[in-house]
């Protein structure tokens, strides 16, 4: 973590206090490696356009037959506790515990019917796509990494993909890992860890604009950094990189407290607790991925709560649906409210499924053959359910979505033939960035 204090009792030039400091976190193993991104030379794809992307990753597989696919007509062994509600959508109906999102549901885009999952308790294929089985030289990117590779910009003072994530105990639940693309392309990362806190003792706020001074006070992290091996040094691009750090955009981005407190108070706090071995519910993440899109940023990915119940899934929902409720609602509506919808895609899903059965401990156990996600936003045909399942909510019955599909309509919703355009792996090889035959959603692009 890079610490960076004000001891001259002056402020920065976006107003934030002496009392206040900023915590740059890793990105992938070092908060230093951010340059790494700025280096990158571009290659075809980017645009000026500012098409963005939040991605909501739950881990563990949220209980898809007791959010938007509520079965009643099933026995109660399967159907459970939970009583479906209509929305502002004629023939749409939602979990009771979801009301904020029922009254939204024309903004919405509600998935029932998703295939294709490899069935592991990992973030791998909601990040990539891909299975992690037989990967190209280089390891699949990510979307973030293929979105910094082709629309960031190397002169933006916002870096293209930043991972909001904290470290989870469950290690495959983590993401934001180096692919054929290269550290260049892992996200920025301001909630990371590595080994300790850095304060750049005697650097003032005015003597960070001596950028030559602030290289000098980075030489015994540089060192400890290489003996290591995360990291082959600094370059050039360290000024740039420290532009970064020291933009007032950026800082301002980060520092959520500037704004409006009855905008924060809509998205509402959720708790700072783990969850799980995964992560907080922190419904401020969300506000903080609509001001960092603002700020430059392509796509902001981040993680919310611990969805897999094994035991008590309705007292685990009732617990998780409200906040998450709050949160997605509050930020679908800013999106539009700011102008901000016709070019920022909201998705939000889990890695899997869960059984139509309830278990002996009131729980749903692992269940890859089909699952859910929610769209919003980007500029797509909004109000709407594709797919259908079974009676018993365990088997995709009309239109069958594949993750493939997914992807083909985000990268298309940043402007990106995914069937046309191919990256190079690290053993030269041209790869598509979806399999052959996945398009777009029909019904929403």
């Keep these: 973590m890079l610490s960076i204090f004000d001891v001259s009792g002056n402020k920065f030039?976006?107003?934030?206090?002496?009392?206040?400091?900023i915590k740059i976190g890793s990105l992938g193993l070092s908060g230093l490696c951010l340059p790494q991104i700025l280096k990158a030379e571009q290659q075809s794809g980017k645009t000026n356009s500012q098409k963005s992307i939040i991605m909501i990753y739950l881990p563990g597989g949220p209980p898809h037959q007791d959010m938007y696919d509520i079965k009643m007509d099933a026995p109660s062994e399967i159907r459970g506790e939970f009583a479906p509600i209509s929305t502002n959508v004629p023939d749409i109906q939602i979990c009771e515990h979801l009301p904020r999102m029922a009254r939204i549901a024309d903004k919405c885009i509600f998935v029932n019917s998703l295939v294709g999952s490899i069935g592991q308790h990992a973030s791998f294929q909601c990040m990539t796509g891909h299975?992690?089985?037989?990967?190209?030289?280089?390891?699949?990117?990510?979307?973030?990494?293929?979105?910094?590779?082709?629309?960031?910009d190397p002169r933006a003072t916002s870096p293209a993909y930043v991972n909001l994530s904290p470290k989870m105990q469950h290690t495959p639940y983590n993401f934001g890992k180096n692919s054929f693309l290269g550290m260049s392309h892992t996200p920025f990362n301001p909630n990371g860890e590595m080994k300790g806190d850095l304060t750049?003792?005697?650097?003032?706020?005015?003597?960070?604009?001596?950028?030559?001074?602030?290289?000098?006070?980075?030489?015994?992290?540089?060192?400890?950094?290489?003996?290591?091996?995360?990291?082959?040094?600094?370059?050039?691009?360290?000024?740039?990189?420290?532009?970064?750090?020291?933009?007032?955009?950026?800082?301002?981005?980060?520092d959520v407290s500037q704004e409006d407190p009855a905008i924060r108070e809509r998205y509402g706090k959720g708790t700072s607790r783990k969850q799980g071995d995964a992560a907080p519910r922190l419904n401020e993440q969300f506000l903080l991925a609509r001001r960092l899109v603002e700020a430059?940023?392509?796509?902001?990915?981040?993680?919310?709560?611990?969805?897999?119940?094994?035991?008590?899934?309705?007292?685990?929902?009732?617990?998780?649906?409200?906040?998450?409720?709050?949160?997605?609602?509050?930020?679908?509506?800013?999106?539009?409210q700011r102008g901000m919808a016709e070019d920022t895609t909201v998705i939000a899903w889990g890695e899997f499924g869960r059984t139509p059965k309830i278990n002996n401990n009131s729980g749903r156990d692992h269940w890859p053959r089909v699952c859910n996600a929610l769209l919003a936003c980007?500029?797509?045909?909004?109000?709407?359910?594709?797919?259908?399942?079974?009676r018993?909510?365990?088997?995709?019955?009309?239109?069958?979505?594949?993750?493939?599909?997914?992807?083909?309509?985000?990268?298309?919703?940043?402007?990106?033939?995914?069937?046309?355009?191919?990256?190079?792996?690290?053993?030269?090889?041209?790869?598509?960035?979806?399999?052959?035959?996945?398009?777009?959603?029909?019904?929403?692009?």
Aim: with cysteine; charged share 20%; net charge negative.
């Design 131 to 152: 299975s992690n089985r037989n990967q190209p030289a280089g390891g699949w990117p990510e979307l973030g990494s293929a979105l910094s590779h082709l629309k960031g």
């Design 13 to 21: 030039c976006n107003q934030v206090s002496r009392r206040n400091f």
């Design 378 to 390: 980007g500029g797509m045909k909004t109000g709407q359910v594709i797919g259908t399942t079974d």
């Design 392 to 445: 018993l909510g365990g088997e995709a019955q009309d239109r069958p979505v594949h993750f493939q599909e997914i992807f083909a309509t985000l990268y298309h919703n940043m402007g990106i033939d995914a069937q046309q355009l191919t990256l190079p792996d690290h053993a030269g090889r041209p790869q598509y960035l979806v399999d052959s035959g996945y398009l777009p959603l029909p019904e929403v692009v």
């Design 296 to 336: 430059g940023a392509r796509i902001v990915t981040l993680s919310y709560s611990f969805w897999d119940w094994h035991g008590s899934n309705f007292k685990r929902a009732k617990e998780n649906f409200p906040d998450f409720d709050q949160a997605i609602t509050a930020l679908i509506e800013d999106l539009h």
């Design 200 to 254: 750049l003792n005697g650097i003032t706020l005015d003597r960070l604009q001596d950028r030559k001074r602030l290289l000098q006070n980075f030489d015994q992290f540089q060192r400890e950094a290489d003996s290591s091996g995360s990291m082959h040094g600094l370059d050039s691009f360290n000024e740039q990189a420290f532009g970064v750090l020291t933009s007032g955009r950026l800082v301002e981005a980060l």
